[in-house]
């Protein structure tokens, strides 16, 4: 059974950075896509960027410019750098990895954005 771990969440200023980690816990074969999601209170879960395993990136416009997410095959890790924090921002993160087979998810990592 495969996990998916996410780490790097936490309590910033508006403006600040954080930098979202998800590992795998065992071996990931034919991954189609990599992503981050996130869930605010009273709303629905929300794209907030993927990554193909061509390398294609997608993002939701209102983190365009701000959120950069990266991946490593060799270590089925995806990363997300947050900049420019806003207070809208804060919500459960969620990483999923999309195989020809499996629809995987992790369990979230709380990121709240303060005034």
């Known amino acids: 059974q495969v996990h998916l771990v996410e780490s790097g969440g936490g309590l910033v200023q508006a403006g600040g950075s954080l930098r979202l980690s998800c590992a795998a816990s065992g071996i990931i074969f034919s991954i189609n896509l990599m992503g981050w999601y996130r869930q605010a209170p009273g709303k629905q879960r929300e794209l907030v960027a993927t990554i193909t395993r061509g390398g294609t990136t997608n993002y939701a416009d209102s983190v365009k410019g701000r959120f950069t997410i990266s991946r490593d095959n060799t270590k089925t890790t995806v990363d997300l750098q947050m900049n420019s924090l806003k207070p809208e921002d804060t919500a459960v993160y969620y990483c999923?990895?999309?195989?020809?087979?499996?629809?995987?998810w992790g369990r979230g990592t709380q990121v709240t954005v303060s005034l």
């Open positions: 999923r990895i999309v195989t020809a087979m499996y629809d995987y």
